[in-house]
């Protein structure tokens, strides 16, 4: 059995960027919270900015848990191995989608249903 070090150093490196604009984000947002101004306008435009910047928190931490997800699932010894139909996925594929759940042809089926 392989732990695939490598994408999970990759996986590793992504999640700490990931934090970190996380933070970043929930720092902008609380400044926002604090202080909105008094002209209208540029309320409005601090209110865009913060309806932005939640949309991107939510984006980052749905990534960053999925990132998460993954490097548990190789910690316990399921990755790389299909949700759906339990067969190995091919070492190519999880190199270019670390996070894939699925088999090359699982998601080809998915997709087809989902379109
Ligand atoms: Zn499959």
């Known amino acids: ?10 996986l590793e490196l992504e999640a700490q960027t990931l934090r ?9 947002l609380r400044q926002e919270d604090g202080a909105l101004s008094a002209d209208f ?9 913060s309806e932005v910047l939640s949309a991107l928190e939510d984006q980052t931490h749905r990534k960053l848990k999925q990132i ?4 548990e699932r190789i910690e316990n010894g399921n990755y790389g191995v299909c949700n759906s139909c339990g067969d190995d996925i ?8 670390p ?4 088999c090359l042809s699982c998601a080809e089926e998915a997709e ?4």
């Open 20 to 28: 970190s604009r996380l933070q970043k984000i929930t720092g902008d």
């Open 1 to 10: 059995m392989t732990n695939y070090p490598e994408i999970r150093a990759q």
């Open 41 to 49: 306008e540029e309320q409005a435009v601090e209110l865009e900015n």
């Open 90 to 97: 091919a070492l190519k594929r999880l190199t270019a989608i």
């Open 68 to 71: 998460e997800h993954t490097i």
């Open 112 to 115: 087809k249903s989902n379109a």
């Open 99 to 102: 996070y894939t759940t699925l």
